[in-house]
C-alpha cells in the first residue's frame, strides 16, 4: 500500500477530519499570536487586523472556542489606547462641569429657597468650584446606555450635592479641622460652624430633592431605585460609616489616643466605604438609568469601586506630595495625624503599584464596551495622574 493513500479516503476524513483541522486551526492561531506579538513590540500598534479581538474573530470561524478576552492584560487592547488618545479629557471634564454648575446653580436659585445665610452658605459650598468628576462619571455611565444628558442631570447633580456636603463635614473642627477647601475658606471658617453643619444637612436633603424632581424625563421606578442605591452609599453602610473608621483609625475613641494600626486591607475597606461608595454609585447610576442588563449593572458596580480606590490612593499620595495652591486645600496633614492611608504604611512607591493596579483593574472592567466606554477609560487614567 502506497504511504498517504488513505488520506484520499473519505473514510480517513470522516473519522480524522476534525482532529486534523484542530491541528492546522491551532497551528494558524499560536502564528498570529506570535505575529502579533511581534507587531507590537516593532510599534506598529495601529494595525488592528491581528489585533487580541481579530484572534478572537478567527478562532471563532475557525471552530474553537473564543478564548478569554476579557481577561486579557488590562489596558492590552489597541482601540484602549487609541480611544484614550482621543479625548482631551481635561477639556471634556471642564466642558462637563459648567453644564454641571449651571444646573446646580439652577437648583440652589433663589426661587428654590428662602434667600438668607443659610442659602448662602450652601452655594458657598456647592459653587465654589470642584472638579465635578462624580456628575462626569453619572453623566458618562448613562450615555454608555444611551441615556439623554437631560434625564441624567439631575441624578448627577444630586451625588455632587451629597458630595459637597460630605465635604463641609470632612473640614468641620470636630473631623478634619480644615480652613481651605477648592482654594476658598471652608464654610465654617467663611460663616461658622453651626451654619456649616446646617448648610451640610441642607445640601444633603437637596441631593434627595433632585433625584426625585418630577420632570419630562423622570421614571418613577428608576428613581426609587436611585434613591435607595445613593441613600445606601452615603450613610451608615457607606460614606458616613467609613468616615467614622477613619476618624477611629487616628485614635480619636481608643483609650490612650494612639492612632491604630491598620493593615492595608483594612485601610482599603475603610477607603472603599468612605470616598469609594459615592463612586461606585456614580458609575451604577447610568446602568440604573439606563436600565442596563444585570452583567452590565454589575461592570459599572466594579468600575465604580476600582475608580474610588485609584482615586483615595491618588488623594493620600497628593497630601504628601503637593502643595496647597496646586489643590485648593491643605496639604502634608495626613500623616501627622495618624490618618490611615496607604502611603503611610506601605511606602509611597508601593501605593503607586497599587494606584496604578486599580486603575488596570478599572479600565479592564470596560473591555467588554469597547470604544463606547472612552469617556470612562480617560477618566480612569485621570483619577490617578490629576495634580488636583
Ligand atoms: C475630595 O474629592 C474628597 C475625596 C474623596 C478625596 P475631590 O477631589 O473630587 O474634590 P472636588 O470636588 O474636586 O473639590
Ligand atoms: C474625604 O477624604 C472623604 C469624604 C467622604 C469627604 P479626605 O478627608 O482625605 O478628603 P480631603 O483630603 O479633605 O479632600
Ligand atoms: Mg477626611
Ligand atoms: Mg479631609
Ligand atoms: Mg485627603
Given at each position: 500500500?502506497?504511504?498517504?493513500?488513505?488520506?484520499f479516503?473519505p473514510?480517513?476524513?470522516a473519522?480524522?477530519?476534525?482532529?486534523?483541522?484542530?491541528?492546522?486551526?491551532d497551528?494558524?492561531?499560536?502564528?498570529?499570536n506570535w505575529?502579533?506579538r511581534?507587531m507590537?513590540?516593532?510599534?506598529n500598534?495601529?494595525?488592528?487586523s491581528?489585533s487580541?479581538q481579530?484572534?478572537?474573530?478567527m478562532r471563532?470561524?475557525?471552530?474553537?472556542s473564543?478564548g478569554k478576552?476579557?481577561?486579557g492584560?488590562?489596558g492590552q487592547?489597541?482601540t484602549d489606547?487609541m480611544?484614550?488618545a482621543?479625548?482631551?479629557?481635561?477639556a471634556?471634564?471642564a466642558?462637563?462641569?459648567k453644564?454641571?454648575?449651571s444646573a446646580?446653580?439652577?437648583?440652589?436659585?433663589?426661587t428654590?429657597?428662602p434667600?438668607g445665610?443659610?442659602?448662602?452658605?450652601?452655594?458657598h459650598?456647592?459653587?465654589?468650584?470642584?472638579k465635578r468628576?462624580?456628575p462626569?462619571l453619572?453623566?458618562?455611565?448613562?450615555e454608555?446606555?444611551?441615556?439623554?444628558?437631560a434625564a441624567?442631570m439631575?441624578?448627577a447633580?444630586?451625588?455632587?450635592?451629597?458630595?459637597c456636603y460630605?465635604l463641609v463635614?470632612d473640614d468641620?473642627?470636630?473631623?478634619?479641622d480644615?480652613?481651605l477647601?477648592?482654594?476658598?475658606?471652608t464654610?465654617?471658617?467663611?460663616?461658622?460652624e453651626?451654619?456649616?453643619?446646617?448648610?451640610?444637612?441642607a445640601?444633603?436633603?437637596?441631593?434627595?430633592?433632585?433625584?426625585?424632581?418630577?420632570?419630562p424625563?423622570?421614571?418613577p421606578?428608576s428613581?426609587?431605585t436611585?434613591v435607595?442605591t445613593?441613600?445606601?452609599?452615603?450613610?451608615?453602610?457607606?460614606?458616613a460609616e467609613?468616615?467614622m473608621q477613619?476618624?477611629?483609625?487616628?485614635?480619636?475613641?481608643s483609650a490612650?489616643?494612639r492612632p491604630?494600626?491598620?493593615?492595608e486591607?483594612e485601610?482599603?475597606?475603610?477607603?472603599?466605604?468612605k470616598?469609594?461608595a459615592?463612586?461606585r454609585?456614580s458609575?451604577?447610576?447610568?446602568?440604573i438609568?439606563?436600565?442596563?442588563?444585570?452583567e452590565?449593572?454589575?461592570?459599572?458596580?466594579r468600575y465604580g469601586?476600582?475608580?474610588g480606590?485609584?482615586f483615595?490612593?491618588?488623594?493620600?499620595?497628593?497630601?504628601?506630595?503637593?502643595?496647597?495652591?496646586e489643590l485648593?486645600?491643605?496639604?502634608a496633614?495626613?500623616r501627622a495625624?495618624g490618618k490611615?492611608?496607604l502611603?503611610?504604611?506601605?511606602?509611597?512607591?508601593?501605593?503607586?503599584?497599587?494606584l496604578?493596579?486599580?486603575?488596570?483593574q478599572a479600565?479592564e472592567t470596560?473591555?467588554p464596551?469597547g470604544?463606547r466606554?472612552?469617556?470612562?477609560?480617560?477618566?480612569?487614567d485621570f483619577a490617578?495622574?490629576?495634580r488636583?
Amino acid at each position: 500500500m502506497r504511504f498517504g493513500a488513505p488520506v484520499f479516503a473519505p473514510a480517513f476524513w470522516a473519522v480524522f477530519g476534525g482532529a486534523v483541522r484542530g491541528v492546522f486551526a491551532d497551528v494558524f492561531v499560536v502564528a498570529i499570536n506570535w505575529q502579533y506579538r511581534l507587531m507590537t513590540r516593532t510599534g506598529n500598534k495601529n494595525d488592528r487586523s491581528r489585533s487580541p479581538q481579530a484572534l478572537v474573530a478567527m478562532r471563532v470561524r475557525l471552530g474553537q472556542s473564543p478564548g478569554k478576552l476579557e481577561k486579557g492584560r488590562p489596558g492590552q487592547g489597541l482601540t484602549d489606547k487609541m480611544n484614550t488618545a482621543t479625548i482631551d479629557f481635561e477639556a471634556d471634564l471642564a466642558a462637563t462641569a459648567k453644564r454641571v454648575d449651571s444646573a446646580l446653580a439652577g437648583l440652589l436659585a433663589e426661587t428654590a429657597m428662602p434667600e438668607g445665610r443659610l442659602a448662602d452658605a450652601m452655594r458657598h459650598a456647592a459653587l465654589g468650584g470642584g472638579k465635578r468628576l462624580r456628575p462626569y462619571l453619572v453623566l458618562a455611565s448613562a450615555e454608555l446606555f444611551a441615556v439623554p444628558e437631560a434625564a441624567a442631570m439631575p441624578v448627577a447633580c444630586a451625588l455632587e450635592l451629597l458630595h459637597c456636603y460630605s465635604l463641609v463635614h470632612d473640614d468641620l473642627p470636630a473631623m478634619d479641622d480644615d480652613d481651605l477647601r477648592r482654594g476658598q475658606p471652608t464654610v465654617h471658617r467663611a460663616y461658622d460652624e453651626a451654619t456649616a453643619i446646617l448648610a451640610g444637612d441642607a445640601l444633603l436633603t437637596l441631593a434627595f430633592e433632585a433625584i426625585t424632581t418630577p420632570g419630562p424625563h423622570a421614571d418613577p421606578a428608576s428613581a426609587a431605585t436611585l434613591v435607595h442605591t445613593l441613600a445606601r452609599a452615603a450613610g451608615a453602610a457607606g460614606m458616613a460609616e467609613g468616615q467614622m473608621q477613619d476618624l477611629a483609625a487616628e485614635g480619636r475613641f481608643s483609650a490612650d489616643g494612639r492612632p491604630l494600626t491598620l493593615s492595608e486591607r483594612e485601610i482599603l475597606g475603610l477607603q472603599a466605604l468612605k470616598t469609594g461608595a459615592l463612586f461606585r454609585f456614580s458609575a451604577e447610576a447610568g446602568a440604573i438609568l439606563g436600565k442596563a442588563n444585570p452583567e452590565d449593572q454589575v461592570r459599572l458596580v466594579r468600575y465604580g469601586t476600582a475608580l474610588g480606590r485609584a482615586f483615595q490612593i491618588a488623594d493620600d499620595l497628593l497630601d504628601e506630595e503637593a502643595s496647597p495652591e496646586e489643590l485648593g486645600k491643605a496639604t502634608a496633614k495626613d500623616r501627622a495625624k495618624g490618618k490611615a492611608t496607604l502611603p503611610a504604611i506601605i511606602g509611597i512607591g508601593a501605593a503607586r503599584t497599587k494606584l496604578a493596579e486599580a486603575v488596570s483593574q478599572a479600565r479592564e472592567t470596560l473591555v467588554p464596551f469597547g470604544d463606547r466606554a472612552g469617556r470612562l477609560r480617560a477618566a480612569a487614567d485621570f483619577a490617578a495622574s490629576r495634580r488636583s
